[in-house]
């Protein structure tokens, strides 16, 4: 290993070595306290030893976002033998995982505290799955993309499951990690025929090599299947959603919200390496199936949306139809302009989804989660201002204007129809519509019905402060957004030129 390798890898292993020193430190610290006469014997729910994993946290991410930024205007590098590459790309995608992580935690706190689930192994266990996400995002060779996809998988599973007294969050963890495996197989499998194939696992040979024209086109078709079943999986669209709407419901709100933001764009990225890094001379076979993909997501994940009660579950089926729209920015692969805002929307719908799980975070208190519509009544009559910010989430989820959603899906709609994909972008819209009611419904609910019971709002007020930051931002960058999308653009151009 040289010290070029060192550099590339730096980030990842300031994580890696923080979070394993969090983890014995979190021991450390709970072995002198239980032997300390007249301290209290569970550490785990004193602030003492959690404070200090948390802050720490706190800080590393913050250096961690600073270092990404610092380096977005670094060439593309590959390292560690062509197992790991540090591009434009990946650098702003890992920026803004390590924001969406955050941000998650500090409107976790309170929501955690009052359940008995703030510990060190919670905190632990984001951090290494956002370690997974790093290396997904920034893999080079198909061992390094399955390594980085379980890494980020495992502790989410872990996540999912930890309040042992839910049924409902141990059935879901249960089913997530059986689910998920399968999904993990299927790609696992079709990796394999690649490389049975190509007899490599660096995508930039396979890319040269599914270009020759002599090579089995007919076992590449068929382990491409494979790997698009995984892809759809972890992206979470029809007919591969069914894990989706239990998780979210069955999962506490603060490790959904970890499930619903930061790794979405991990599998962007995933999306991006795979199919267009790699397979994209095998695009007549692959463009279909995600045509067939987004429109699916996009009916099913909007219509069925209409019958939730349960909010996090009507969110669920939303992200399915998010996840439609991204699909189709994928579509016009021959255009730079579409892949930045396939990424923009990826970014953007994280943002939003942050400041709406934020809030239900926000509206629930010790021995209450706000998961259904109910818990949002006359909210405008009791807090006004955290209404009009479930507003202003409700409407950038819509694509209403002026809200950063609206530039988003905009964005999409016209890669579109410049790529004379004018039918999928008519079907879009009207599935934006339909999806429009379920959103308004939750605005009514908070401005035009009666409380039916008492409604606080807990949590910091730094915490506070920071939702209220979000919304605005949902806000301004959606009447500005011309500095993100030639962010995203730019870091795509340079991407694709070193490749």
């Known amino acids: 290993m040289q010290a070029f390798d060192l550099y590339a890898i730096l980030p990842e292993l300031v ?63 590959v390292a560690m033998n062509g197992l790991f590459q540090s591009d434009p790309f ?61 890494l980020m998988a495992l502790p989410t599973y872990a996540l999912v499951a930890m309040r042992h007294s839910s049924e409902k969050s141990v059935e879901a963890g249960i089913k997530y990690f059986i689910l998920g495996a399968l999904a993990s197989g299927f790609l696992l499998y079709g990796m394999s025929m690649l490389y049975g194939v190509t007899g490599s696992l660096d995508l930039i040979e396979i890319f040269k090599t599914v270009a020759d024209p002599r090579v ?37 709100t603060a490790v959904t919200l970890m499930i619903a933001a930061a790794p979405k764009l991990a599998a962007f990225a995933l999306l991006f390496r795979l199919l267009v890094n790699t397979l994209l001379p095998l695009l007549g076979d692959w463009q279909p199936m995600l045509v067939l993909l987004a429109v699916l997501s996009l009916v099913v994940g909007n219509v069925t949306a209409i019958a939730q009660t349960n909010i996090k579950r009507m969110l669920a089926y939303s992200a399915i139809a998010q996840m439609g729209f991204v699909l189709l920015g994928m579509l016009s692969v021959f255009d730079d302009h579409a892949f930045s805002a396939a990424m923009f929307y990826a970014i953007t719908y994280v943002l ?66 410049d790529a004379e994909h004018t039918f999928l972008a008519v079907i879009a819209v009207m599935a934006s519509l339909v999806g429009a009611f379920y959103y308004l419904r939750v605005v009514k609910v908070m401005y035009f019905d009666e409380p039916e019971h008492e409604i606080t709002v807990s949590g910091s007020g730094f915490a506070k402060g920071l939702l209220s930051l979000n919304s605005i931002l949902v806000l301004v960058i959606g009447i500005v957004p011309a500095g993100l999308m030639s962010l995203c653009l730019d870091a795509m151009r340079r991407t694709l030129l070193g490749s």
């Open 15 to 77: 994580l890696l070595v923080a979070t394993c020193l969090l983890l014995v430190a979190s021991v450390y610290v709970h072995e002198r306290v239980a032997s300390t006469p007249g301290v209290e014997q569970d550490i785990f729910h004193t602030p003492r030893g959690v404070g200090f994993v948390y802050f720490f946290s706190l800080i590393l991410l913050a250096y961690l976002i600073f270092a990404f930024i610092g380096r977005m205007g670094d060439p593309a590098l």
């Open 90 to 150: 990946s650098n702003l995608l890992k920026a803004c995982s390590c924001i969406a992580v955050l941000v998650s935690l500090i409107y976790s706190k309170q929501y955690l505290m009052d359940r008995a689930l703030f510990r060190p192994d919670f905190i632990v266990l984001a951090l290494l799955a956002l370690l997974g996400q790093f290396v997904l995002i920034s893999g080079a060779n198909l061992l390094t993309l399955y390594l980085g996809l379980e």
């Open 216 to 252: 089995n086109h007919l076992v590449m078709a068929f382990g491409l299947v494979f790997i698009v079943a995984g892809l759809a999986f972890k992206l979470g669209v029809v007919p591969f959603h069914m894990w989706v709407p239990d998780v979210y419901q069955g999962a506490p």
């Open 352 to 417: 939003t989804t942050l400041g709406t799980f934020g809030l239900l975070m926000a509206l629930s208190r010790k021995g209450y989660d706000c998961e259904t519509l109910d818990g949002l009544k006359g909210l405008n009559k009791k807090h006004p201002w955290f209404a009009f910010i479930g507003l202003v989430m409700m409407f950038s989820l819509a694509g209403i204007p002026p809200t950063v959603g609206f530039a988003a899906k905009l964005g999409v709609l016209e890669a579109l129809v």
